[in-house]
């Protein structure tokens, strides 16, 4: 069974910074790709970052990029986003997604509905 579990939100001033962490396991095959999907109540989702377990490619969206940075611990199988440079629109609930159609499609993409495995979310929060 898939299982994804975020940690490390919470709040932050604007232009401050925070380390999000998401421990993956169950996958039974190493090839997928893995996300940072955030939503604010009443909004649509969006993806903002992910990489590719195959590559270990990274990918952002155009509203993270040069600010974020997605990296991947495969020792221990855990996602990091290092978002720098907070801003006050980052503030959202942020979940470890998994897409593992990659071994079908051959690439990674920031689609939310693309991910079939989420964890359950955690609170990012930036306001002074």
């Known amino acids: 069974e898939v299982e994804l579990e975020e940690s490390g939100g919470g709040l932050v001033q604007p232009g401050g910074s925070l380390r999000l962490s998401c421990a993956a396991s169950g996958f039974t095959d190493n090839r997928y790709c893995i996300n940072w999907v955030r939503q604010v109540p009443g909004k649509e989702r969006e993806a903002v970052a992910g990489v590719s377990t195959a590559s270990g490619t990274p990918y952002y969206a155009s509203s993270v990029k040069g600010r974020f940075t997605v990296s991947r611990d495969n020792a221990e199988n855990t996602l990091i986003l290092q978002m720098n440079g907070l801003k006050p629109e980052d503030t959202a609930i942020y979940y470890c997604?998994?897409?593992?159609?990659?071994?079908?499609?051959?690439?990674?993409?920031?689609?939310?509905?693309?991910?079939?495995?989420w964890g359950q979310g955690t609170q990012v929060s930036v306001s002074s």
């Open positions: 997604a998994a897409d593992t159609d990659y071994k079908i499609r051959g690439y990674c993409r920031l689609r939310p509905e693309d991910n079939a495995y």
